[in-house]
């Protein structure tokens, strides 16, 4: 089996093609080769699939096999492979996910670098939640208590997030880091969030069009980067914080451009192909 390995904004992808649905078990699948000590190593597995609804369909999967409607980082390494490997002869497409039809528009094209923007869709109806959770074990920073509470907005954008607007430790990227590693997990298995779990995104505004983020993502963990977790975060900050339409969002891995034109959100963002292999039949 083939594999192609991306990343965007540091957020990492196994991608194959499965357009003769030849995998039975991706779930399975995803996981083995997610795993960074036995497998391929990767936030997240992507197979490419035929759609009767769109030109190319996006299977996704976290690294522990679950299942995901969406993934923001994920859709634009999915373009890129999708569009070199010609199983899409245009620039301008759509994919169909779990989360319904997004459209991309290839910006630019090189052999290893591809700057996609994607249209997400439309956010969900936001809800502010209090949230009381404790400190993970081995989180050693004396500055963070044991047990914390914490006011967030709540929305659904193909995957659900949660905000928090952080100002009470510093503002920098490295705080912000802190705090998803001692408190993404209790948040993502909160009993607010018991249904379907959360991803969880620790934000401070930098200025009008400008703002930090740093994500623990449900199924995954810390991780450098999460699409939709940037337009989730934008979109709040856009509301309660007064920022514009136009909004850079910086993570520990890389930076995306989310853009707001009317109900509509649009991301866009590099995505950088890593390495080519070739795994046993599985």
Known sequence: ?????????????????NYN????????????VCDRHYGVGADGFIAAEPSDRADIRMAFYNGDGTEAG???NGIRCFAKFVRDRKLVDKDQFTVETGDGIKEIEILDRSLRATTVKVGMGTLGEMKEVHCKVRKANGISNEDLPEENEFDMVFTHFGVPHAVVVHSAWG??????????????????????FALDGTNVNFISIVNDSHILCSTWERGAGKTLAC????????AVARRY???GDHIKVSMPG??????????DVWMEGRAVLTFIGSAPEF
């Open 241 to 243: 914080n007064h920022l």
């Open 254 to 263: 890389g930076t995306v451009i989310v853009t707001f034109k009317g109900d």
């Open 171 to 192: 503002n920098g990227m490295n705080a912000l880091d802190e705090l998803a590693l001692a408190y993404g997990d209790a948040i993502e298995h909160a009993p607010a």
């Open 1 to 17: 089996m083939d594999f192609f390995k991306y990343q965007g904004a540091g957020n990492d992808f196994v991608i194959v093609d």
């Open 70 to 72: 969406m993934c923001g």
């Open 21 to 32: 649905l030849f995998i039975k078990n991706r779930s399975l699948l995803a996981a083995h």
């Open 227 to 234: 699409g939709t977790g940037a337009c989730s975060s934008a």
